[in-house]
Nanobody, 130 residues
Framework: QVQLVESGGGSVQAGGSLRLSCATSGETYYKGWFRQAPGKEREGVASIYTAGGRAVYGRTYYADSVKGRFTISQDKAGNTMYLQMDSLKPEDTAMYYC?????????????????????WGQGTQVTVFS
């Protein structure tokens, strides 16, 4: 049974930083962060391949809108995934979700597609004010 629990959301002024955490249990091949703003579709933010023994282990993908500002990572034990968010902008305001999946063959081509992910957390709100 895979379980994901996010934490670390909050309100921050534009230009500031937040770090989101996702406590995970159960085995999956990859994890990611998604966000959804009111009235908008859910979008992929970042993804990381977390299953060992494969050539893509540790590889990451980012949405163009967050490249250079956000960093996805996982602790060595594989229990917690992070999203370090720097230089935050008001347009980053959204509910952020962590997700995980177990369809390794599709990850390289579809890492930021929500349909690839089987498991989801409950979400944590991030609000960036100007």
């Amino acid at each position: 049974q895979v379980q994901l629990v996010e934490s670390g959301g909050g309100s921050v002024q534009a230009g500031g930083s937040l770090r989101l955490s996702c406590a995970t249990s159960g085995e999956t091949y990859y994890k990611g962060w998604f966000r959804q703003a009111p009235g908008k579709e859910r979008e992929g933010v970042a993804s990381i391949y977390t299953a060992g023994g494969r050539a893509v282990y540790g590889r990451t993908y980012y949405a163009d809108s967050v490249k250079g500002r956000f960093t996805i990572s996982q602790d060595k034990a594989g229990n917690t995934m992070y999203l370090q968010m720097d230089s935050l902008k008001p347009e980053d305001t959204a509910m952020y979700y962590c997700a995980a999946g177990s369809t390794p063959g599709d990850w390289v081509l579809s890492a930021l597609r929500s349909a690839l992910y089987n498991y989801w957390g409950q979400g944590t709100q991030v609000t960036v004010f100007s």
